[in-house]
């Protein structure tokens, strides 16, 4: 097996080691050097992640790093392709997480278009609430260019979630998150998604924050260790270590605990682990093989947006 294929596959970076890619100028140096340092760790693609904010803005986002990939042969090595996480999400408390309520809107063919036409056909991956994609006309229209659409960020009932994979959804952004703390004990949009774990792939924040160890372990074994896909979704401090920093919109905090959370502590802002130590989580925290580690971080990603 080549390098290649056992490098490490993040589905979901919204930036990392002291970049963000969610802003509207991003410095060439300094996109080369996070690469540098996603290839030291033994990184061998990403999906560089754009979250919700206004249809103009997040195309500007796109076509900035669409242009630092055609001037760079290591970003465009590194940056292998586009997760587009919003707009299209749900605007409840809770499952709209960290992502801006003013930008949040339905579905729509016109806008996502205008997305994928700036991302110039590296879309691999768009999360979408199904509930907010009227007769799954979005979905369709991703399916049909062969780019994985993910539920996330969404209360879509148990019909709706099997109309969207009739449709061709085909994926769960990180289960256990984008949901509120309090929900129902049995009826939730967490045992929805585990009752379909046989039609779509379940990606998973492994930092023992954003699911307990004890509780990644049973989601896992109910997956099965071909449907599941390890992600960090990591913000700029990723790899930077404790402090304060401000993110886009947001204030955060990283503890030594390297968990990414609101200055009061109060809700998870993204994540600060990188791929490395994902694999160790893994390993030494959940009680995984090393093997079957690194099938969640290396073989399943690609294979659950047909890169492999």
Known sequence: MSDKINGYFDL???????????????DPDAMHRCCQRLEADGVSGILATLITEQIDTMALRLATIVKLRQ?????????????????????????????????IHPANVDGMKKLLDAADGLTRLVTLAPEQDHNFTVTDLLARQKITVSAGHTN?????????????????????NGCPMQMNRHDNIVQRVLNLRDRIW??????????????LRNYIDLGGFDRCCAVTDAIAPAGLGPGKYTISRWELVIDEDMVARAPDRSHLVGAAITMPQTVAN?????GLTEAQARQLA??????AIGLA
């Open 12 to 26: 979901q970076v919204n930036g990392c080691y002291g970049l963000d890619f969610n802003q509207d100028n991003i």
């Open 71 to 103: 001037r760079d042969p290591l970003v465009a090595k590194m940056i292998a392709g586009f997760h587009i996480e919003g707009p299209f999400i749900s605007p409840e408390p809770g499952y709209k997480g960290a992502h801006p309520v003013d930008a």
């Open 156 to 176: 879509a009932s148990l019909d709706q979630l099997r109309g969207a994979a009739d449709h061709g959804l085909s994926m769960f952004t990180h289960v256990g």
């Open 202 to 215: 379940l990606c998973f924040i492994c930092d023992g924050a954003h699911i307990p160890f004890y509780s």
């Open 282 to 286: 893994l390993v030494q925290k959940v």
């Open 298 to 303: 290396c073989a399943n990603p690609r294979r």
